[in-house]
């Protein structure tokens, strides 16, 4: 009797306290913003309206979020659920072996969305926009994918609710991360490396010579929408309402700072189209001050957006299938590099960002290949936690954080958001590991 009701009390409790740890409404970053975000607009082209094209193949769940300016917006019981069922919250650690090899006064959190079953925090903005899907009746998804990422995380939330899904993938990662590909199979999911021969834009782009990127796989997937009404088209970065699901991640961070009684003095992401940057620093936007509490940006150096781009227009596609939009872009021809970091390889961003960055609330830092994955590596040494290669962006951000910190010899407590897990991108760690060192942080080391 006694041994039961042990057995039973004590779970009934901590699901309680697991409950409420979870947030129950997503923030809406977009009336903290310091002016309204720009809208999407058509080129003047003379050609069909790609804005009316978007609504007619998009969700209308992310329709009206996109056009949301409540602060909170209550996330539906179903998908808390599955938030829960599937590691929220995501657990806040303490980097304490890297601070004591960095021998810095400042403390390092992790916020460890890594930990979830594919491996990066997109599966809290696929369970959403799969849950959507199934409650508006459509029968299918289809989507672009960078490293892999949000297509695996696509398929994964697909199979929860059984809708069929289409996944265009930059050729460029589908080589380099077969193992991706195959997990996305196993779950259901249909692959198509891009520029692929399945869509015009794909056979257009292939003529041209274009090297895929998640832009070529945007002008894909839009295009595979508008030609088959099962599927609607959905997005896993740069849109509002995508950065409104993203926004559990600073939702949660910011409880856990707080029952930990720490305030943060930096808050780090990587960014490609922004997602995890913004759902993670959004909720402490109200609070933010200049030079009181930091945003850094780690962007790829060889996709330098927000330190080397233009504030423009410009189309997320390199053939202009989709609308235009107002943020840091390299402009849609920009040729991007072969390299191991898919998930920030694209040429324009999101127009939240951009407004961020431009108001000098972000600020960016481009990191290269090489200086990332060195990041990585000592991360991995130190803390046992193998990164992806975007997130390697902010470990190396905070790694040098830490270090000016013991240069100043000031105390701060730095927190950086841990996108998501490296053990299919070991290829790319791999090849760094051939190419010269830079001995870079350890020189930052041996100066202390
Ligand atoms: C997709 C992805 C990113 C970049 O996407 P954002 O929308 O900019 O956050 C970063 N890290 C990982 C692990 C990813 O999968």
């Given at each position: 009797m ?30 903290h ?5 720009p ?6 082209d ?14 209308k ?15 539906p019981?179903?998908?808390q ?89 930059a ?29 015009s ?28 009404s ?43 189209g ?60 920009y ?10 390889r ?13 108001h ?12 990332v ?73 041996a100066?202390?």
């Amino acid at each position: 009797m006694n041994d039961s009701n042990e057995g039973i009390i004590p779970s009934i409790h901590n699901r309680s306290i697991h409950n409420r740890s979870i947030p129950d409404r997503w923030f809406n970053v977009a009336p903290h913003l310091p002016e309204p975000i720009p809208p999407a607009k058509d080129p003047d082209d003379g050609g069909p309206s790609r804005v009316a094209l978007m609504s007619r193949i998009r969700l209308k769940a992310a329709l009206n979020q996109d056009a949301s300016r409540e602060t909170w917006i209550p996330i539906p019981g179903p998908i808390q659920e599955h938030y829960e069922q599937f590691g929220r919250p995501t657990p806040l650690t303490r980097a304490r072996k890297l601070e004591a090899y960095l021998g810095t006064p400042a403390k390092i959190f992790v916020k460890r969305e890594d930990l979830l079953p594919t491996g990066s925090f997109k599966l809290n903005s696929s369970i959403a926009q799969a849950w959507f899907a199934s409650s508006e009746g459509a029968p299918g998804l289809v989507t672009e994918t960078g490293a892999g990422q949000w297509g695996h995380a696509v398929a994964f939330a697909s199979r929860l609710y059984g809708l069929k899904n289409v996944i265009f993938w930059a050729n460029v990662s589908a080589r380099q991360k077969k193992e991706r590909g195959t997990l996305i199979k196993l779950l259901g999911g249909t692959v198509h490396p891009s520029p692929s021969l399945e869509t015009s834009t794909g056979r257009m782009m292939a003529d041209q010579g274009v090297v895929g990127s998640l832009g070529s796989a945007i002008g894909e997937a839009i295009t595979f929408a508008s030609t088959n009404s099962d599927y609607k088209y959905i997005s896993g970065s740069n849109h509002l309402h995508v950065i409104q699901h993203q926004s559990i991640i600073g939702l949660e961070t910011k409880r856990q700072l707080e029952t930990m009684g720490e305030r943060p003095d930096k808050l780090i992401a990587c960014v490609g189209g922004g997602s995890n940057l913004a759902g993670f620093m959004g909720p402490f936007l109200p609070e933010w001050k200049r030079d009181a509490l930091r945003f850094i940006a780690a962007e790829a150096a060889t996709a330098p957006r927000l330190t080397k781009g233009e504030w423009r227009y410009d189309h997320a596609d390199p053939i202009g299938i989709s609308p235009l939009s107002l943020s840091y872009t390299l402009g849609r021809n920009y040729q991007l590099p072969e390299t191991h970091i898919g998930g920030l390889r694209q040429h324009n961003g999101s127009p939240v960002v951009g407004l961020l960055r431009r108001h000098g609330i972000i600020e960016p830092r481009a990191y290269s290949e090489q200086e990332v994955f060195e990041a990585g590596r000592l991360f991995l040494q130190q803390e046992g936690i193998l990164a992806a290669p975007e997130s390697c962006h902010a470990v190396r951000a905070a790694i040098d954080c830490a270090v000016e910190a013991r240069q100043m010899k000031r105390p701060e407590t730095i927190v950086f958001c841990l996108s998501g897990n490296g053990l299919l991108d070991l290829g790319g760690y791999a090849a760094s590991e051939e190419a010269p060192q830079s001995a870079e942080i350890e020189y930052a080391i041996a100066t202390r």
